[in-house]
């Protein structure tokens, strides 16, 4: 049986995915999500754009921050939290006025980087004291149409449905969000292809679970995203206990 830090897990939950297990170094990228590294062992290393180098056994990295993960050679904890969590925000306050920062003991004392991605989050909400938020009930209703009817026009059906203009809406999704409604949009579509490709899919298949145009449009977001390509990524796992967790 492999051991637990040669293992790969892919897991998601309420306002947040992750992945644990080996990696490669990426090219640089950014995401509209708040990402936490941690090093399951050795450290974890990012490059910022501005050549700014962080390392240590756990960074926060800020929405659309862009950079790049080097290989340290060891096994990591790559969770993203989506921008309108009171997790996220947590961690947002702890850096700032940083966008990037190594992680503050007050974070890493909560890390036990070898139990589940749930386990983490759960331990992390606990001990930072973070308080559930709720968005208002007309972009809750939005997000949920957005979601079941991601097709090309999302935006202004789920507009209609709770009777916001497209531009009201997206207006109130930047405030509470503190990210553009299309990019919210475009990373649940990387979350539905994850999880079908976790679960077995190939890429044509986890396309168009996810909503995307076809396997190169998914590999371009992807790609954006993440700094690796589907393909890519699952080369890391192949010889590993790949498993997905929901």
């Known amino acids: 049986m492999a051991s637990p830090s040669s293992s790969a897990v892919f897991a998601m939950g309420d306002g947040w995915a992750a992945y644990a297990g080996p990696h490669e170094a990426h090219a640089a990228h950014a995401h509209v999500a708040i990402q936490l590294a941690v090093a399951r062992t050795g450290s974890v290393r990012v490059v910022l754009e501005d050549h700014r180098t962080l390392s240590g056994q756990a960074i926060v990295i800020g929405p659309r921050v862009r950079h790049r993960m080097t290989d340290e050679g060891g096994s990591v904890l790559l969770l993203y939290l989506e921008t309108h969590t009171p997790l996220a925000s947590s961690l947002l306050a702890l850096i700032a006025p940083a966008v990037a920062a190594v992680a503050p003991p007050s974070v890493t004392a909560l890390l036990?980087?070898?139990?589940?991605?749930?386990?983490?989050?759960?331990?992390l909400r606990e001990g930072l004291g973070v308080k559930e938020v709720k968005l208002d009930p007309r972009l809750e209703?939005?997000?949920?149409?957005?979601?079941?009817?991601?097709?090309?026009?999302?935006?202004?059906?789920?507009?209609?449905?709770?009777?916001?203009?497209?531009?009201?809406?997206?207006?109130?999704?930047?405030?509470?969000?503190?990210?553009?409604?299309?990019?919210?949009?475009?990373?649940?579509?990387?979350?539905?292809?994850?999880?079908?490709?976790?679960?077995?899919?190939?890429?044509?298949?986890?396309?168009?679970?996810?909503?995307?145009?076809?396997?190169?449009?998914?590999?371009?977001?992807?790609?954006?995203?993440?700094?690796?390509?589907?393909?890519?990524a699952s080369s890391v796992v192949r010889s590993a206990d790949n498993r997905f967790v929901q």
């Open 141 to 232: 209703g939005a997000l949920l149409k957005a979601s079941e009817d991601p097709a090309p026009g999302a935006v202004a059906r789920a507009a209609r449905a709770v009777g916001l203009s497209p531009a009201r809406l997206r207006v109130l999704a930047q405030a509470q969000m503190q990210a553009p409604l299309s990019q919210w949009l475009l990373w649940r579509k990387l979350q539905r292809a994850g999880h079908e490709m976790a679960s077995g899919a190939g890429l044509v298949e986890a396309a168009i679970a996810g909503g995307f145009a076809d396997q190169a449009h998914l590999n371009r977001v992807t790609k954006r995203m993440f700094g690796v390509t589907p393909l890519q």
């Open 112 to 123: 036990s980087p070898e139990a589940q991605p749930d386990r983490i989050v759960a331990g």
